[in-house]
């Protein structure tokens, strides 16, 4: 099973500066990766797919970018929405598909 | 619009079974895997199983494995998520989800979630 490590656990940033959040996978998922932003009391949502391309919808403040082992979740400038907690997903070795255990992006 | 809706909520005894409904509706219910995915209360998401709608063929994972039985109704366009012997660390949102192909196999498509609690 791969197992999906996020940093940092908790990210404080100010509207308006950039976060970068990172997702690190014990072995290649080569592109297959999978980031998904959940805000309280909803389900999760796809941001990016193939690591980097944004899905239907999402802004262009959200990149992604990385491959292999390593990979990073931008968001350019954060605005009031953007605060949540985002998951990364490998779906390159399945089954299991398996997540990141989330980074909490809170307002500083 | 593509969407999967779920059953309520439910409240369930400790040693019970639970069986959680998930409708298609949208797309073609056999073009897409269907995927169960749960959260504990302030946890991360944890991958349960799937099912392949078109034949029936079902996998789960491991940590569930003798215990969870992933159905669907093609008439219905619904996949049903039954979790048996429920203890207390079940108690968890529930979310039923598709990967579309236009997305590279990620989960584009989630219901909005069915909460099961389990008390004894």
């Known amino acids: 099973e791969i197992v999906m490590t996020q940093s940092p656990a908790t990210l404080s940033v100010s509207p308006g500066e950039r976060a970068t959040l990172s997702c690190r996978a014990s072995?290649?998922?080569?592109?297959?990766l999978a980031w998904y932003q959940q805000k309280p009391g909803q389900a999760p949502r796809l941001l990016i797919y193939?690591?980097?391309t944004r899905a239907t919808g999402i802004p262009a403040r959200f990149s992604g970018s990385g491959s292999g082992t390593e990979f990073t979740l931008t968001i350019s400038s954060l605005q009031s929405e953007d605060f949540a907690v985002y998951y990364c997903?490998?779906?390159?070795?399945?089954?299991?598909?398996?997540f990141g255990q989330g980074t909490k992006l809170e307002i500083k | 619009q593509m969407q999967l809706v779920q059953s309520g909520a439910e409240v369930k005894k400790t040693g019970s079974s639970v069986k959680v409904s998930c409708k298609a509706s949208?797309?073609?219910?056999?073009?897409?895997?269907l995927h169960w995915v749960r959260q504990a209360p302030g946890q991360a998401l944890e991958w349960m199983g799937w099912?392949?709608?078109?034949?029936?063929?079902?996998n789960y994972a491991q940590k569930f494995q003798d215990r969870v039985t992933i159905t669907r109704d093609r008439s219905m366009s619904t996949a049903y998520m039954e979790l048996s012997s429920l203890r207390s660390e079940d108690t968890a949102m529930y979310y039923c989800?598709?990967?579309?192909?236009?997305?590279?196999?990620?989960?584009?498509?989630w219901g909005q979630g069915t909460m099961v609690t389990v008390s004894s």
């Open positions: 989800a598709t990967p579309g192909i236009a997305v590279a196999g990620a989960f584009d498509i």
């Open positions: 949208g797309y073609t219910f056999t073009y897409r895997y």
């Open positions: 099912i392949t709608p078109f034949n029936g063929n079902t």
């Open positions: 072995q290649s998922v080569s592109s297959n």
């Open positions: 193939g690591a980097s």
């Open positions: 997903q490998q779906y390159n070795n399945w089954p299991p598909w398996t």
